[in-house]
């Protein structure tokens, strides 16, 4: 079946730094590839996505790639900021459907 | 254009009890799934619902039930409550439609089963 495997926290930066979350995924098909945040006591919110091999998703200054060939989809941003801190899921959905399969979280702290 | 909204926001229920979750679907969208969230971990699928009909169900037993009602708003139930069921439920909904992929989440309800 479907599965996701990102890296484990936390992840703990200083402002300003560079931050990478990895993100590897497997899957039959041609799966949709998504990157949600989680903020302390919310919901799920959609950060980026990317829907076919060599898409890049972008927003707030995060970028992720999708990379069939490596079946990864690793976030990237070149600055964080403090209120970047929260949980980061990376998702995908299988074809066929619109269940979603997720990975277990990296929760990042940036710090001043 | 109105987000997803789950009522209550917390829930705190005694073993072997019975629970019922409502999500009020975006506007628009005629597709809600629910999943669970335990402390730590990813939202894990639960049951999807598309025009009123289950639509898909992930590895939970037959204890979880759930509704869609004609205006897409959805109920979760959860029969005779153990401990483990102590997560954050979280609803989201979406079109089906392969266009449009993008599932809206709500706050999610937190349940505590003591």
């Known amino acids: 079946g479907d599965s996701v495997t990102q890296m484990e926290g936390p992840v703990t930066l200083s402002e300003e730094a560079f931050l990478t979350i990895n993100c590897t995924y497997t899957?039959?098909?041609?799966?949709?590839l998504f990157w949600y945040v989680q903020y302390p006591g919310e919901g799920l919110q959609l950060l980026l996505k990317a829907t076919k091999a060599d898409d890049k998703g972008s927003n707030k200054g995060f970028e992720a790639t999708y990379r069939k060939e490596t079946t990864s989809f690793h976030l990237e941003k070149g600055s964080v900021q403090v209120s970047d801190s929260a949980v980061y899921f990376c998702?995908?959905?299988?074809?066929?459907?619109?269940?979603?399969?997720f990975g277990t979280g990296t929760q990042l702290k940036v710090e001043l | 254009e109105t987000g997803v909204t789950q009522s209550p926001t917390h829930l705190i229920k005694t073993r072997g009890q019975q629970v019922t979750l409502r999500c009020s679907s975006q506007?628009?969208?005629?597709?809600v799934s629910w999943y669970q969230q335990a402390l730590g971990q990813g939202p894990q699928f639960i049951f999807q619902?598309?025009?009123?009909?289950?639509?898909g169900r992930g590895n939970f037993p037959p204890r979880f039930s759930g509704l869609q009602f004609p205006n897409y708003s959805s109920e979760l139930n959860v029969n005779a409550l153990e401990l483990d069921d102590s997560a954050l439920y979280l609803c989201?909904?979406?079109?089906?439609?392969?266009?449009?992929?993008?599932?809206?989440f709500g706050q999610g309800t937190r349940l505590t089963v003591v």
């Open positions: 998702a995908l959905r299988g074809g066929g459907g619109n269940k979603l399969t």
């Open positions: 506007s628009g969208h005629n597709t």
């Open positions: 619902y598309y025009r009123e009909e289950e639509n």
């Open positions: 899957a039959t098909g041609y799966p949709s």
């Open positions: 989201a909904s979406s079109g089906l439609d392969r266009l449009n992929t993008e599932a809206f």
